[in-house]
């Protein structure tokens, strides 16, 4: 078995491992999301307490001071009752209706507040509705996560201990190289040949869509890397394989295309 072959071994291993780990790590982001969005909900809703709870404040103070006033008319009118003088009366008279004004503007306050206050309380409700709302989705997300998480374990140990005995198969310098090309370039570490046109013998990386030369397409059905210690794309640098179907079209004295015609070799 070639170097090439040996480390598309690994590779497709990886490819199986990255797409479990993007199927918990969506289920994660989700969660994310969710979180977010009720602390959200939560500091918003913890600002309009406070507000509120200030807004009350000043309401009662209002209140306060419409006590104040009321026992004060209330004593004046007590002192009109006894009252000795007209002139008396009248100066009793014109100091409660001065109470009766500030006692108004009090109560108008007061409630002005208190309109706001309902408000606010409404806007309370409406939030708290939308916690609960939120932790039971949010608790759908966590429960997703966690089985996604246990659902995947199992393979995910298998898959890495394959892994482990597939690498040691492959050369430490291939490896090193594989390692370095998956961290730069990713899933498109690996890339096969893809074939253009039989015809005129024109391939191409199906990485970066670049040409692959004939002789390179020969080595890989060959089993022979054109390089040491595999074939690598002069373009984008990726190592590059043949899949067994294209490899076998491809070989000489294979029959494809239309109408049955012979192959041609591709021997150059
Ligand atoms: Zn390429």
């Not at 809703?45 to 000043?58: F, G, N, V």
């Amino acid at each position: 078995m070639s170097v090439t072959e040996r480390l598309l071994r690994v590779f497709r291993v990886d490819q199986q491992l990255s797409g479990l780990q993007s199927r918990l790590r969506a289920a994660e982001r989700f969660l994310e999301e969710q979180t977010k969005q009720l602390d959200q909900i939560k500091s918003k809703r913890d600002a309009i307490a406070a507000q509120l709870k200030l807004l009350q404040a000043q309401a009662a103070n209002h209140e306060g001071e419409m006590a104040r006033f009321d026992a004060r008319i209330e004593t004046l009118r007590e002192q009109m009752n006894q009252a000795k003088t007209n002139k008396e009366y009248k100066a009793f008279l014109t100091e409660v209706n001065t109470f009766k004004v500030e006692r108004g503007a009090a109560e108008t306050a007061a409630l002005e507040l208190m309109t706001k206050a309902d408000d606010l309380k409404k806007q309370i409700e409406a939030l708290e509705a939308q916690t609960q709302e939120r932790t039971k989705l949010r608790q759908v997300a966590a429960d997703d996560r966690q089985k996604r998480d246990e659902e995947i374990r199992d393979r995910l140990n298998e898959l890495k201990g394959e892994r482990d005995k597939l690498v040691a198969e492959v050369p430490a310098p291939a490896m090193a190289l594989y390692t370095e090309l998956v961290r730069v370039h990713g899933d498109d570490a690996m890339c096969p040949v893809e074939e253009l046109d039989r015809k005129s013998h024109e391939y191409t990386c199906g990485g970066c869509q670049m040409a692959v030369p004939v002789e390179t397409v020969n080595a890989l059905i060959k089993g022979t890397a054109a390089q040491a210690p595999v074939t690598r794309c002069v373009s984008c640098g990726c190592i590059l394989f043949i899949e067994k179907e294209t490899a076998e079209r491809l070989q000489p004295g294979n029959k494809g295309g239309k109408g049955g015609k012979k192959q041609k070799s591709l021997e150059v």
